[in-house]
Each structure stands twice: as structure tokens, then as C-alpha cells.
């Protein structure tokens, strides 16, 4: 698969863009484990362009990383062009276009999935985009608004016809959030469209390896990328790698090696933002990880660590839990 001169091989495993989620620290830790492209939290154009320091700080990418997307989101068609711009100067692989955040702040001011209502400004958007920087634009998207629409098919041809070099869909529509399963038909008859020539991500529901393999095979996606399935969960690329070269499932590793991982990530967050911030942001991650099911009493852990206030808490609590563990 190849997004402009960026080569990335065959079968390639994406991480998602997803707000407070996709910080640095964690793509840095899904790239070490295989993912082969990262995508920064979606950025506001409004926010951008009138400099505010914490949307700034979101546009910061490590060689490390790369190849990274910077992704955007906007209503109108300067501020984007604009918001672009700037992000081309944090000097990304690509540039994403978020046509497809549901969340009612976003989608019902007419942004992210909200684009999905006006299509002639979507692909105004996408054009002057397109046109206004040199680095690789792509955009991602879901099926429609509703089931009522949807609109994918034809609307993948139009955004091709933009200049954008890539296509990633959420095989869901709007009015779907993340209920559901996912539509990988449609995925597939955009990818299996012989009009359209770019290269065609999926994303949705893919929870593990042998999902992963199967969206490759029956679809004939040139990528697929893995949004929720890795909160919590950031070794998910390395299973996912190893199954795909191998047609085996990975080795379990043992519960010390997962939970060493989990807390360099809380340490790396409370590196970035303090203590009490860097707690709250890894909640998130702790509350949805798999690890942490097979313990005994696991709901009154779960409850615990969501409570825990200092890195030492949260550790202490981490390391009770262990000795509850239950190997598979």
C-alpha cells in the first residue's frame, strides 16, 4: 500500500485517530509494537488558527513515529485551507481530514461527520486542501449520514476525484456512533470499485487477529485500522503482525509483561502532564484493557483503579491485582 511516495508494505495495520487517546506517548508505544502509520488526536481548525496553545501542542510528531498523519477537522473552507497550512509546517507524512467524528459537539455544528449533511462543502473542503499544500492529503469518513444514506460508494469517487491520495471508512454511519457492528460490505465494494484507484483503509470492530485477516482477505482493503481495539491493548499490533506472517496466533506473555507495559504508559502520561492530569488521561486506557479480566473481584478493581489518585495507588492496586490473576 502506498499513500503518495509513503510505502507501506503489504497488509499494513493502522492506529486510529481518536481524542485523548492517540497522544504521543502511545503512538510511540503502538509503532514500537507494529503499527505501520500513526495518526495525531484530530485537531480543530478554529482552534489552530487562532493559536491556542493546547491544540498546538497536539501537532508535535517524533521521527520515531513515522510515517505520522496529522488529522484536522473544520466547517468552513478557510479555516481548514489555513489549519492545513500550519499543519504542514510540524512537517507530517500526511495530512488526514476527519469527515467522520459523530460526537454531537462535532458532527452537529456541521464538522467532522456532520460534512456527511453537505457534501458540495466536504468536497470544496477536500479540493482547496488538496491544492493549497504539497504533503499527501487523505480523508476519513464513515458510510452516511443515516441508513437512509448511504453514501460511500459514490462519495469515494467524488473525494478521489479531490486529489486525495487515500481513503479510510468507519464501516458505520453517523446516527450509529459505535453501536453496532460494523458494515465491512460497503468497505469492500468501495475497495472492489474499479473506478476508484486509491489506496482504501477499513475501520471497525477489529478486536483481534484473525478479524484482522479476514477484513484483509474477504474485502481486499489495502489497510486496516484499529481504533478502540487498541485502548488498553497497544501489543494488539504486535498479535496482529504475527498472526498475519505466520497464520498463528502469538504466545501469551505472562501478566507481569503486560502490566509493565500499562505502567510505562501511565508514567509517560504523568511525565507529560503531571500527576493528577496524567492519572485522569490513563484512566481511560485501564478502565477498557482485557488484561485486567481474569482477576478475581474484578469489578472492585476496576472501581479502584479509576479512583486512584497518585502513581503509587494506582501501582499498589496493579500489583494486587496480579496475584489474582487467571491464566487463560
Not at 67 to 89: F, T
Not at 231 to 241: A, C, H, L, N, T
Not at 284 to 305: C, D, E, G, S, W
Amino acid at each position: 500500500m502506498k499513500i503518495g511516495s509513503i510505502d507501506l508494505g503489504k497488509h499494513p495495520v493502522l492506529l486510529a485517530p481518536m481524542e485523548d487517546v492517540t497522544d504521543l506517548s502511545f503512538r510511540l508505544l503502538c509503532k514500537q509494537f507494529g503499527a505501520d502509520m500513526v495518526y495525531t488526536e484530530f485537531i480543530s481548525s478554529d482552534a489552530l488558527i487562532r493559536h491556542v496553545n493546547k491544540t498546538k501542542e497536539k501537532l508535535k510528531v517524533a521521527d520515531e513515529e513515522r510515517p505520522v498523519a496529522i488529522q484536522i477537522y473544520g466547517k468552513d473552507v478557510e479555516s481548514m485551507v489555513e489549519a492545513a497550512k500550519i499543519c504542514e509546517e510540524a512537517n507530517p507524512d500526511i495530512i488526514d481530514i476527519n469527515f467522520g467524528c459523530p460526537v454531537k459537539k462535532i458532527a452537529g455544528k456541521g464538522a467532522g461527520a456532520g460534512m456527511l449533511q453537505n457534501i458540495p462543502l466536504m468536497l470544496k473542503i477536500t479540493q482547496e486542501i488538496v491544492k493549497a499544500v504539497n504533503t499527501p492529503v487523505t480523508v476519513k469518513t464513515r458510510l452516511g449520514w443515516d441508513h437512509d444514506h448511504y453514501i460511500i460508494t459514490t462519495l469515494a469517487e467524488q473525494l478521489q476525484d479531490c486529489g486525495i491520495a487515500a481513503l479510510s471508512i468507519h464501516g458505520r454511519t453517523r446516527s450509529q456512533m459505535y453501536t453496532g457492528e460494523a458494515d465491512w460490505r460497503l468497505i469492500g465494494e468501495v475497495k472492489n470499485n474499479p473506478r476508484v484507484k486509491i489506496p482504501v483503509t477499513g475501520n471497525g470492530d477489529i478486536t483481534s487477529a484473525e478479524r484482522c485477516k479476514e477484513c484483509f482477505d474477504r474485502y481486499g482493503v489495502d489497510g486496516v485500522m484499529i481504533g478502540r481495539g487498541s485502548i488498553g491493548r497497544p501489543w494488539i499490533f504486535r498479535e496482529i503482525k504475527y498472526f498475519l506472517l505466520t497464520g498463528e496466533k502469538l504466545p501469551a506473555e505472562s501478566f507481569s509483561w503486560y502490566l509493565d507495559i500499562l505502567k510505562k504508559q501511565a508514567l509517560q502520561s504523568v511525565e507529560r502532564s503531571g500527576e493528577r492530569r496524567g492519572i485522569l488521561h490513563i484512566r481511560r486506557h485501564l478502565a477498557v484493557t482485557p488484561l485486567f479480566k481474569r482477576i478475581y473481584n474484578f469489578k472492585q478493581t476496576r472501581i479502584a483503579m479509576l479512583r486512584a489518585e497518585t502513581v503509587d495507588e494506582l501501582f499498589n492496586i496493579m500489583e494486587l491485582a496480579g496475584k489474582d490473576f487467571q491464566p487463560q
